[in-house]
């Protein structure tokens, strides 16, 4: 087997997903780097070039297109577009370290399509809807409509859990913290 370079980890939201990179993070001090994406659209209010994301322009964007720069992108809607860089990959791995990606399940499941098995695609599954439900209105962030919105969205996402090497079921914090660091150990061999 090939050296696995890259780490995906896709998760509806409400499942853990940032609670259990912050750990790994800490836990791997130095070993992983997020990837950077790419967007056309405009910085927000303390985003940074290079930090946050490489704001482009729509057309050094498809002119990268054109020349088979990106790893994977999506056009969210004409002229807004988002996607991973080759180089921003080959630049984290230069680096000795191992690519992170937090992205949504199309993103992850076309980037685990792309690197094959240097990739490690992990799926953070809650435990079922309902306790999703629970955890997003224990939040206190989400309006009804935005709840159901998430709800319909995780339903979606859960359906893709099939392309992904391994699912995690979050029913207790510690224990998905634990499997998913055993299994980082094993696949990266840290």
Same mark, same amino acid.
């Given at each position: 087997?090939?050296?696995t370079?890259?780490?995906?980890i896709?998760?509806?939201?409400g499942? /853990?997903?940032?609670? *259990?990179? %912050?750990y +790994?993070?800490?836990?791997?001090?130095?070993? #992983?780097?997020?990837?950077v !994406?790419?967007?056309?659209?405009k910085?927000?209010?303390?985003?940074?070039?290079?930090k946050?994301?490489y704001?482009?322009?729509?057309?050094?964007?498809?002119?990268?297109?054109k020349?088979?720069?990106?790893?994977?992108?999506?056009?969210?809607?004409e002229?807004?577009?988002?996607?991973?860089?080759?180089?921003?990959i080959?630049?984290?791995?230069d680096?000795?370290?191992i690519?992170v990606?937090?992205?949504?399940?199309? /993103?992850?499941?076309? *980037?685990? %399509?792309? +690197?094959k098995?240097?990739a490690?695609?992990? #799926?953070?599954?809650?435990p !079922?809807?309902?306790?999703?439900?629970?955890?997003?209105?224990?939040?206190?962030?989400e309006?009804?409509?935005?709840?159901?919105?998430?709800?319909?969205?995780?339903e979606?996402?859960?359906?893709?859990?099939?392309?992904?090497?391994?699912?995690?079921?979050?029913d207790?914090?510690?224990?998905?913290?634990?499997?998913?660091?055993?299994?980082?150990?094993?696949k990266?061999?840290?």
């Open positions: 087997m090939k050296e370079t890259s780490l995906i896709s998760a509806p939201s499942t /853990g997903k940032t609670t *259990i990179l %912050n +790994l993070f800490e836990t791997f001090q130095g070993r #992983f780097s997020f990837s !994406s790419a967007t056309t659209r910085p927000r209010q303390g985003e940074e070039h290079g946050h994301y704001f482009i322009s729509q057309q050094e964007f498809e002119e990268k297109i020349n088979d720069e990106f790893l994977e992108y999506e056009s969210v809607y002229g807004l577009y988002y996607g991973t860089l080759k180089s921003e080959q630049r984290i791995n680096e000795g370290k690519a990606f937090d992205v949504d399940v199309k /993103g992850g499941v076309n *980037i685990k %399509n792309n +690197l098995d240097k490690l695609a992990v #799926f953070l599954m809650p !079922s809807i309902e306790e999703l439900k629970k955890r997003l209105q224990g939040r206190n962030t309006s009804e409509e935005t709840l159901n919105k998430r709800l319909q969205r995780a979606m996402e859960i359906s893709y859990s099939k392309h992904f090497d391994k699912i995690i079921i979050n207790d914090l510690d224990l998905a913290i634990k499997e998913c660091t055993e299994l980082v150990k094993e990266f061999n840290i």
